[in-house]
């Protein structure tokens, strides 16, 4: 079992050190100036190493939110119901100044931000991210239709609000000066969606 571990553990270590090295490549050059190969090169691994870690150029950069694909679906898990589960975590999320809310202005997180949504194979490629949020999620609602859609509303308010709160502190606005309304366009994005979607999921 310790052997299966061990495994593991240098395999998740693979896998963080193959794409920090491609994030701080991307951001010193450009996502299309540099090439896969290259990205291997500098991680000292073969071309064909890389592809079976990373099948596609986009997944070394998306590596680092991939973890966050199965988190809406936890934490619409833990009540009192999925829409105030969610609204919390997000709220929490502001106040911690969570990468994931854009509410953080730490240099590394609005580059890596700024590569991300500045790239548009990135942005093309981060769409099926947000599919399989949407799918985890709506599994965790029960399923069918009406969990689709419930799903769907509730992703696409997590994903503007965040883009909302990157765009300000990206354009030079300060943490402290977006806070407020960040909580606040938070507070009726969430109360909006639980008054839509209490309908579709009772």
Request: proline share 3%; charged share 30%; aromatic share 6%.
């Amino acid at each position: 079992m310790s052997e299966i571990g061990l495994r593991e553990r240098k395999k998740r270590r693979m896998y963080r050190t193959v794409s920090d090295i491609a994030v701080r490549l991307f951001l010193e050059r450009g996502f299309d100036a540099v090439s896969v190969a290259e990205v291997a090169a500098a991680a000292e691994i073969s071309k064909p190493t890389l592809f079976r870690y990373f099948p596609a150029k986009e997944d070394l950069v998306l590596y680092r939110i991939a973890d966050h694909e199965g988190e809406a679906a936890r934490v619409a898990a833990e009540g009192p119901t999925p829409v105030e589960a969610l609204r919390r975590h997000f709220l929490d999320g502001l106040r911690r100044c969570d990468p994931v809310t854009g509410l953080n202005d730490d240099p590394e997180v609005l580059a890596f931000h700024t590569l991300l949504y500045g790239t548009p194979a990135l942005v093309a490629r981060l769409y099926g991210h947000l599919e399989r949020s949407e799918e985890a999620l709506a599994g965790a609602l029960g399923g069918g239709l009406d969990a689709r859609l419930a799903a769907g509303q509730i992703i696409a308010v997590r994903r503007i609000l965040a883009q909302e709160n990157w765009r300000r502190i990206a354009a030079g606005e300060r943490v402290e000066d977006v806070r407020d309304d960040a909580v606040a366009a938070a507070g009726r994005a969430f109360g909006a969606l639980a008054e839509t979607l209490s309908r579709l999921l009772d």
